[in-house]
């Protein structure tokens, strides 16, 4: 998971409908003789083309929850943070729609699950809310032993995150996730170490540093990752522009990173 900017400009479908759409769920709701169809045709009124296509673009193609790649066509969801099922005021908000792949949508994953603290506050971690720190919540680590990319939560909120997403799959539900983030994960830190060896050439180095920019693309899964073992080093050692605005950009989301990464030792 990374912090993610929303997009300012609400979806034109939802804009002009969603209060016309809300006020007639609300009276779907309240009569007793409305039948399930009815219910659910007014409730699907949130899944239109240019409200997918739109998160699509905003979350660069990748599930807002495992950073995996999702298909506009035939895979992925549009997934409400606080649940339609119970939450019937979200149903339409634009800042309450998420992508999600089926699978961290799904009931053995989040479906209709939404723990909240002892202050009735949300322990699952919205990547558009600007007021929480991901990075404060969750820690990304390679495990040499198994050699496995694993998160690990940090706080309640972190490992209530691990635990609903099976994001480690200690539930075993999530094998094929961990299987090629860890692949992706071992790639990044093979070139790192090419790229920081005293033995290789100039030529190789600038090939394998060129590779590593690339795994450090918005539009790359698992991009999480690279922000702690790739984008540091891009910046400090290597005075890659691209990298200290990226670098940058996700500090100002989170403080816990932005310490960790020593932005402040980046010269303006």
């Known amino acids: ?89 979200f149903t339409f908000e634009w800042t309450n729609l998420l992508l999600s792949c089926k699978i961290c949508n799904n009931s053995k994953h989040k479906g209709t699950k939404f723990p909240l603290n002892a202050n009735h506050k949300p322990l699952l971690i919205d990547p558009t809310d600007k007021q929480t720190d991901i990075f404060e919540h969750l820690k990304l680590t390679w495990d040499q032993t198994t050699n496995k990319a694993c998160i690990d939560g940090l706080t309640d909120r972190g490992k209530t995150v691990v635990d609903i997403f099976d994001l480690n799959a200690q539930r075993g539900t999530r094998k094929e996730l961990i299987d090629e983030r860890s692949k992706k994960v071992k790639r990044m830190l093979a070139l790192l170490d090419l790229a920081t060896s005293e033995t290789i050439d100039d030529a190789n180095r600038k090939k394998a540093i060129n590779l590593l920019k690339e795994l450090c693309n918005i539009e790359e899964t ?12 891009l910046a400090h050692e290597c005075q890659d522009l691209e990298a200290i605005n990226l670098l940058k950009k996700v500090g100002q989301r989170s403080p816990s990173y932005s310490q960790f990464a020593r932005i402040n030792q980046l010269l303006d």
């Open 1 to 89: 998971m990374i912090p993610v900017s929303r997009l300012t400009q609400v979806p034109t479908i939802l804009e002009t409908n969603a209060n016309e759409w809300l006020t007639k769920l609300k009276a779907i709701k309240a009569n007793p003789k409305a039948t399930k169809t009815e219910l659910k045709n007014a409730i699907n009124k949130y899944n239109q083309p240019e409200v997918k296509e739109a998160l699509v673009g905003m979350f660069h193609g990748k599930c807002a929850y495992c950073e995996s790649q999702i298909r506009i066509v035939d895979y992925g969801d549009i997934e409400h943070f606080y649940p339609k099922s119970e939450y019937t005021d």
């Open 222 to 233: 698992y991009l999480a990752f690279a922000l702690f073992y790739i984008l540091p080093f």
